[in-house]
């Protein structure tokens, strides 16, 4: 992730995933000058292939953001 986002410094899976699959979640950790940092929640919502989608926040189905790679 970190190579496609100027704000993304790192991710992380969690609850022991390893990839990206439909409902997988990982943290984000983020930086932006003049802003700091901050850490995310997201969770996997689209993987069919090379595209991958998530939202961010602790609900998917009522997320703050949403992003894709395609």
Partial sequence: MAEWSPECV???WLDGATSAVVGV???GWNRLPFVGTWTSISTIVRCPGIEVAWVVGKD???PN??????
């Fill in 10 to 12: 790192r991710c992380q």
């Fill in 25 to 27: 979640r990982f943290r």
């Fill in 60 to 62: 998917p189905a009522d």
């Fill in 65 to 70: 953001t949403c992003w894709n790679t395609y």
